[in-house]
């Protein structure tokens, strides 16, 4: 299995509405890919800003490259983003686990 983590924050102000649009475009996005085990979003504070982590949970690499395209270790982003003056890291990592346990 793969574990594929994203980061990214937004001002306090659009903390709620970013939320919802993680939810229905990346969120909803990798779990009607084919290949997808699951996908999990943490919310941390600090300072003014809002820090998002998406950590989705594949099969193997090619669903992530049906996810993502060829350049998966690229962000994958979409037209609204920007409403949210998200600031995006441009890269993601693909890391092999065993297994997906709850803390």
Same mark, same amino acid.
């Given at each position: 299995?793969?574990?594929?983590?994203?980061?990214?924050? =937004?001002? $306090?102000?659009?903390?709620?509405?970013?939320?919802?649009? $993680?939810?229905?475009?990346?969120?909803?996005?990798? *779990?009607?890919?084919?290949?997808?085990?699951?996908?999990? =979003?943490?919310?941390?504070?600090?300072?003014?800003?809002?820090?998002?982590?998406?950590?989705?949970?594949?099969? @193997? $690499?090619?669903?992530? *490259?049906?996810?993502?395209?060829?350049?998966?270790?690229?962000? =994958?982003?979409?037209?609204?983003?920007? @409403?949210?003056?998200?600031? @995006?890291?441009?890269? =993601?990592?693909?890391?092999?686990?065993?297994?997906?346990?709850? $803390?």
């Amino acid at each position: 299995m793969i574990v594929r983590t994203w980061h990214g924050c =937004v001002p $306090l102000r659009h903390r709620q509405g970013f939320a919802d649009h $993680l939810n229905v475009t990346g969120v909803q996005h990798a *779990k009607a890919t084919a290949g997808n085990c699951g996908a999990f =979003v943490r919310q941390e504070i600090q300072g003014e800003y809002a820090h998002f982590f998406l950590a989705t949970y594949w099969h @193997s $690499l090619d669903p992530i *490259k049906q996810f993502a395209g060829e350049d998966y270790h690229t962000a =994958v982003t979409y037209p609204d983003d920007q @409403s949210f003056e998200l600031l @995006s890291d441009p890269y =993601v990592f693909q890391h092999r686990v065993d297994e997906i346990t709850a $803390l």
